[in-house]
């Protein structure tokens, strides 16, 4: 079903997820502009996430709501009355601005509710995985096998936007890549190529064992002769500091907290980066950088989407989120279940290996081909 809608009429993308759902978001925010030019997109997504669409020519305005179901701040914290006065603002806001479409990108009863019927927009599109079908003004069918990508460009379909799937890209400034190749020769001194950045968090059933992270950053060092960066996000920063710590800051240095949008720029002017499937993953992809990505319970197939010459790691002892090993599900220790440590780091460094020995880093402009899956 095709809904009548204006072309240059007002949209509000709904974006409250995680940060590599938000940078996958990025492929629905092109397509619609691609098709309506002159539509005027605003983004309602999550403070952390902001970095994602900063500097980005198809976002016209960005709306932030620290939602006490995805904040990483203490719940208490998200229940005190600043939190709710934040999001009245926010319904008084969309209401005033009486959007023609409103498209909540996860499918989420309490987005719907919130920032869809309260707001009572010309036409409310998302999935009602949660609830809330009959809220909406067309039925999407929802297919937990598409890729998360096509889930989101799916919801434009009644849009009559259909046959295009733009790959996930954030918008960087010279004076930020400049920056970030400065930190980077300030930190190694005398760089060469290749940089190397190993990224050892993620979820304790995603993570890979440290000592299998230490053992290629040992290997890669001798190799190039020049320390591997680390990075982590501030919940894991103490994975950057003990693997650093195993290794020797000869062999691996640790590029320190930084903000997400100093990161996302680092990540630019590397050439190789190894993580587990967690945001920093769909960060490189779409800045253009390669990727070496190890998958566990997660399905490459479904989340994964690296640039020309990248590649996935699949474990050979792969459960899934939906029926996890009962070792995962429970972890005894700091590295969960059979799934990630059974990816051996032979592999992970043949995988890198062969990466990098596909040439220099590449843009990603426009559409892209995604690596290989082992």
């Not at 009245?88 to 990108?105: A, F, G, P, T």
Request: proline share 7%; glycine share 8%.
């Amino acid at each position: 079903m095709h809904l009548s809608v204006l072309s240059g009429g007002k949209y509000l993308f709904v974006v409250l997820d995680h940060l590599g759902d938000a940078v996958m978001s990025s492929s629905a925010i092109v397509a619609l502009k691609s098709s309506f030019p002159d539509c005027a997109l605003t983004v309602l997504t999550r403070p952390v996430n902001v970095p994602v669409f900063q500097n980005n020519p198809y976002v016209d305005d960005i709306m932030t709501d620290d939602a006490p179901w995805w904040s990483d701040r203490p719940v208490w914290d998200c229940l005190q009355p600043a939190y709710w006065w934040n999001l009245l603002r926010n319904v008084s806001r969309i209401r005033r601005e009486k959007y023609d479409v409103i498209v909540d990108l996860r499918g989420d009863l309490r987005h719907l509710v919130l920032f869809g019927t309260a707001t009572n927009p010309g036409v409310l599109l998302g999935y009602g995985k949660t609830g809330g079908e009959s809220l909406l003004s067309t039925h999407v069918p929802y297919d937990p096998c598409m890729h998360e990508i096509d889930k989101k460009l799916a919801l434009l379909h009644p849009l009559g936007i259909t046959g295009i799937r733009p790959s996930p890209k954030i918008w960087l400034l010279p004076e930020e890549l400049e920056n970030a190749t400065q930190f980077v020769g300030h930190l190694l001194g005398d760089t060469r190529s290749p940089l190397i950045l190993l990224d050892p968090g993620g979820k304790p059933v995603q993570r890979w064992p440290l000592e299998h992270f230490s053992s290629i950053a040992n290997v890669l060092h001798q190799r190039y002769r020049q320390p591997v960066l680390v990075s982590a996000a501030p919940a894991y920063s103490h994975l950057a500091e003990d693997l650093v710590r195993n290794t020797g800051r000869n062999v691996a240095l640790y590029i320190g907290k930084v903000t997400i949008r100093d990161l996302i720029a680092l990540v630019a002017v590397c050439d190789l980066l190894i993580s587990s499937d967690t945001g920093i993953a769909h960060i490189a992809s779409a800045v253009g950088t390669r990727t070496v990505t190890l998958f566990g319970p997660t399905n490459p197939s479904k989340f994964w989407k690296g640039v020309i010459g990248s590649c996935a790691v699949k474990s050979p002892e792969s459960c899934n989120m939906a029926n996890l090993h009962e070792t995962c599900f429970k972890p005894s220790g700091p590295v969960p279940g059979i799934c990630m440590p059974a990816i051996t780091p032979e592999k992970v460094l043949n995988a890198a290996l062969e990466t990098l020995n596909k040439g220099n880093r590449i843009e990603q402009i426009g559409h892209c081909k995604a690596g290989s899956i082992l």
